[in-house]
């Protein structure tokens, strides 16, 4: 079992309580930079789509869209029967991604940033004597108004203020839109127990099944384990680290320091749904993720594909957001420690090979590429099967052209394999991550 140590400078004077971090949260933000950017918006329910079609689903809502109950994966036809006055709006990502630094620079005014979470998500460490309660609660106001003054009149975020990062961000969830709320120690748990389990950052729909299969159904009862017995619940060390932060401990985890996965997927377009298509496509999928994987000097060591059919509804295992009857396979495959792309392409080779074939298993129509088990460049490994030169040869060559793409374009120097596919998968941008603009 992992052991985390306590953390230091946690001795507070007398008098105000201390705080340790400012957690960001721009609201909707996809919605907001677009009723920033159009006036009409403003005060309208307002939706973000990847493209104008009612298959496709939502990827932001604005408040007034919220009201009624539009959320992003709202099916966008769905969406329209749900809120009449719906404003769609097809997402322009290079926008989005221009704002988010404008926000950086409005932030940085104030106080520096420590880590950028997500293209809508930053956090800040406190120091000296912006750590007592009322400075804080003051730094965080004029961040804000840096934001309404800076960056965009409209834009609102709601920040949170606690002893460590998780906990300001749970605190930035607590009050939405443009809420501030401060987790001191003498009333974090209190909060927290106003709380579900659900409402914590680390725990989606199957860590809640987990937890509920336990027999933990409630804050009170999460909260009452053990530091063994949370680490026995989350089946590992995660389980561990959560007991120290929703006790207020603030430790630096280098582990937690660097993604964990890279991936694209794509919905293809009617003219590619044929093996050769999608084969084409999953190759495009395959160099982005390597850019960004060198991007982030990170290596990988699992590679995965997953593909999904169109097949008759009698005999369709599940539906695909887009109303699509499907049969779903994915495989994932173990690699050395890597970055280059002819190493990947040689993986996505093997996982192709491997794909079923037969009646349900002719009509591709969604295909993605994952990158695992990622690997910082400071803890990489040479592989005992390969020499320096020869590791060196690749990752060199991979490096000139993404130098060339960044430069002429992502498309610029290609595999033959992928001319196919060069109209499709175009950038699109997660909310966990912030792409450069090629």
Same mark, same amino acid.
């Given at each position: ?284 999928? @395959?160099?982005? *993720?390597? $850019?960004? /994987?060198?991007? !982030?000097?990170?290596? +990988? ?5 997953? #593909? ?104 610029? @120097?290609?595999? *033959?394999? $992928?001319? /196919?596919?060069? !109209?499709?998968?175009? +950038? ?5 991550? #912030?792409?450069?603009?090629?």
């Amino acid at each position: 079992m992992a052991a985390f140590p306590n953390p230091a400078g946690q001795n507070q004077p007398l008098g105000q309580p201390q705080l340790n971090w400012l957690f960001l949260d721009l609201n909707s933000y996809f919605a907001s930079v677009e009723q920033e950017l159009r006036p009409e918006l403003r005060g309208k329910p307002v939706a973000v789509v990847p493209l104008m079609a009612d298959t496709t689903c939502c990827i932001a809502a604005s408040y007034e869209a919220k009201a009624f109950g539009v959320r992003t994966g709202t099916q966008v036809g769905e969406a329209k029967r749900m809120c009449p006055g719906l404003r769609l709006v097809e997402a322009r990502h290079e926008e989005y991604v221009q704002y988010h630094h404008r926000i950086i620079e409005a932030v940085e005014r104030c106080i520096p940033v420590s880590a950028v979470m997500s293209i809508d998500e930053m956090a800040c460490r406190l120091i000296g004597r912006e750590r007592p309660l009322l400075a804080a609660l003051e730094l965080a106001r004029q961040v804000k108004a840096s934001i309404r003054e800076h960056a965009g009149a409209t834009l609102r975020c709601s920040v949170g203020l606690a002893t460590n990062r998780y906990l300001a961000k749970v605190a930035s969830d607590m009050e939405k839109p443009d809420g501030l709320v401060a987790l001191t120690s003498d009333i974090q748990e209190a909060a927290l127990l106003q709380l579900t389990p659900r409402d914590l950052p680390s725990i989606g729909a199957r860590m809640e099944k987990r937890l509920q299969k336990a027999g933990i159904h409630t804050m009170k009862q999460l909260l009452s384990l053990d530091r063994e017995q949370m680490h026995a619940a989350w089946g590992g060390a995660p389980g561990e680290k959560l007991w120290y932060w929703l006790r207020g401990e603030d430790f630096n985890d280098a582990e937690l320091e660097h993604q964990k996965s890279v991936g694209h997927s794509h919905v293809l377009p009617p003219e590619l749904r044929t093996p050769e298509g999608c084969y084409a496509v999953a190759h495009k999928l @395959l160099h982005k *993720a390597a $850019m960004r /994987l060198r991007t !982030a000097r990170l290596w +990988t060591t699992h590679v995965s594909l997953a #593909i999904r059919y169109a097949v008759p509804r009698a005999t369709a295992a599940s539906q695909h957001n887009s109303g699509i009857p499907q049969s779903a396979w994915s495989q994932g495959l173990a690699v050395i420690e890597c970055q280059d792309n002819q190493t990947l392409v040689e993986a996505l080779k093997k996982l192709w090979a491997a794909r079923p074939t037969g009646a349900n298993f002719e009509k591709p129509f969604y295909v993605g590429v994952g990158l695992g088990g990622l690997v910082p460049d400071h803890l990489h490994t040479l592989s005992l099967f390969a020499s320096l030169d020869a590791e060196s040869r690749r990752t060199r060559l991979s490096g000139v052209m993404d130098s060339v793409n960044r430069k002429y374009g992502t498309d610029t @120097l290609c595999a *033959a394999s $992928m001319l /196919l596919a060069k !109209a499709a998968a175009p +950038t699109r941008i997660a909310f966990t991550s #912030i792409p450069d603009l090629f």
